[in-house]
């Protein structure tokens, strides 16, 4: 935005310079020009009435009566020789005509032959300004552009102002906060585009929340039935009256139900957090890295055939940053449980300060995502082929939330290469410099 105001204000300023010495020394040559014709006609009259006066008088008498004269008129008027005169190349057709000519090397002269003698007659003074010096020029000029300038300035600076609200209001907008509104001036150039951003974002607004009642209605509704389901599995069960192979039958469906119940609340969880806003700053403070290996410890203890370790880079240890404690955990329980599904002996986490982010890693040993679909692992119900199935089950929505949850908290989440050779998982979240202030221990 910044680099919008500076160009339409770089070109404001170029094109007023254009019009100031540009335009206006063409328009002042031909002002010049037309007030010298202008000048011209009006000294007709002057030039002949003198030049009456002198014809046919010796030069004794004409200068007697130039004497004369003279007192009459506000400017000088001189006689003088055409040998010793200096005449402009381009006046002389003119001068030779009887036309009056003007003095190009001396300011305000009219010049015109007396008569057909070797005489010319010159008349200096009150006539219009041909034009200001360069000095008086560029002052003028200067002006002129300084004061185009200013409501230029003040114009840009107020277009400025309101697209940057309409693009702050687009970045709220765009990650999560669905109440952000674009408010400008009804007088403004932008008011129009403003008005259309507040109306798609309320229908978007209003489509989203729809989009969650009714995930959460029909969630609620699926359970129920399922509720019915179970009950009456559990019925059957203890009723003692069911064969074997009957019992075989029932045990699927009661793990049908299960991966059901699951799936709901995957969606519902996924529902929620694609419409809450984005509230990261309301946090509250917590010591990150004793959180963190105590998330690791626990799950640490459900994981068959595969070790979990826990490593602190240099620097990191009391790391402090706002998140929640609860959807954050189970963020990183979802990442840790998804390498050891992939893994073949081993995952890590690991974590470490990175200038103003605390960078955590997730890294297993398994055979790692291709990178064609790592830009698609986040999105709702995404497969990769080969070992990462459906046989290794879940839903698709594992990897969705997670990364639902980080960008709640202010962070981002991004998949590389890990030194295992696996898949590694990047979490990014802000820290607050402090580490010496009062901090809450999270609870898991």
Request: net charge negative; hydrophobic share 40%.
């Amino acid at each position: 935005m910044k680099n919008f105001f500076i160009t339409i204000y770089i070109i404001l300023v170029v094109s007023l310079l254009f019009i100031a010495y540009g335009l206006f020394p063409i328009t002042d040559e031909l002002l010049e020009d037309q007030t010298l014709k202008f000048t011209r006609e009006m000294a007709k009259g002057t030039f002949s009435l003198v030049s009456e006066k002198l014809e046919g008088l010796d030069d004794e008498k004409q200068k007697y009566e130039l004497a004369k004269l003279q007192p009459k008129f506000g400017y000088p008027i001189e006689l003088y020789s055409i040998d010793g005169y200096t005449i402009d190349p381009e006046d002389i057709e003119d001068f030779r005509n009887g036309l009056i000519i003007d003095d190009d090397e001396q300011s305000y002269v009219l010049i015109q032959r007396l008569g057909n003698t070797g005489k010319l007659l010159t008349m200096g003074g009150p006539f219009p300004n041909r034009g200001l010096n360069s000095y008086g020029k560029f002052f003028l000029l200067s002006l002129c552009v300084l004061f185009l300038l200013i409501p230029a300035f003040a114009w840009s600076y107020f277009l400025n102002k309101d697209m940057k609200r309409i693009e702050e209001s687009g970045a709220k907008f765009t990650m999560g906060d669905h109440s952000a509104r674009a408010f400008v001036s009804r007088i403004s150039s932008l008011f129009q585009i403003a008005s259309m951003f507040n109306t798609m974002a309320e229908k978007s607004q209003n489509l989203l929340e729809s989009q969650k009642d009714l995930t959460n209605s029909v969630s609620h509704e699926i359970r129920t039935p399922l509720s019915r389901i179970q009950f009456s599995l559990e019925m059957v069960t203890d009723a003692n009256r069911i064969l074997p192979q009957e019992k075989k039958y029932i045990d699927r469906i009661s793990k049908d139900v299960d991966e059901i119940e699951t799936l709901v609340d995957e969606m519902l969880t996924y529902a929620k957090f694609e419409v809450e806003p984005e509230n990261h700053k309301n946090f509250s403070k917590y010591e990150m890295t004793s959180w963190l290996e105590t998330i690791v410890d626990e799950e640490r203890n459900t994981l068959k055939n595969i070790d979990l370790f826990f490593k602190k880079e240099p620097g990191a240890n009391r790391l402090i940053a706002k998140f929640e404690p609860v959807y954050l955990g189970r963020a990183l329980q979802n990442l840790i449980r998804n390498g050891a599904r992939y893994a073949q002996l081993r995952v890590d986490v690991i974590i470490e300060l990175c200038q103003d982010k605390i960078l955590i890693y997730v890294d297993d040993d398994g055979t790692g995502i291709p990178e064609k679909s790592r830009a698609k692992i986040f999105e709702p119900f995404f497969r990769i082929d080969d070992s990462r199935a459906r046989e290794s089950g879940g839903y698709g929505l594992g990897l969705a939330i997670v990364k639902r949850i980080i960008v709640w908290h202010g962070g981002s989440i991004n998949i590389s290469q890990s030194p295992l050779q696996g898949a590694r998982f990047t979490i990014s979240l802000p820290i607050i410099a402090a580490p010496h202030q009062t901090i809450k221990i999270a609870k898991t």
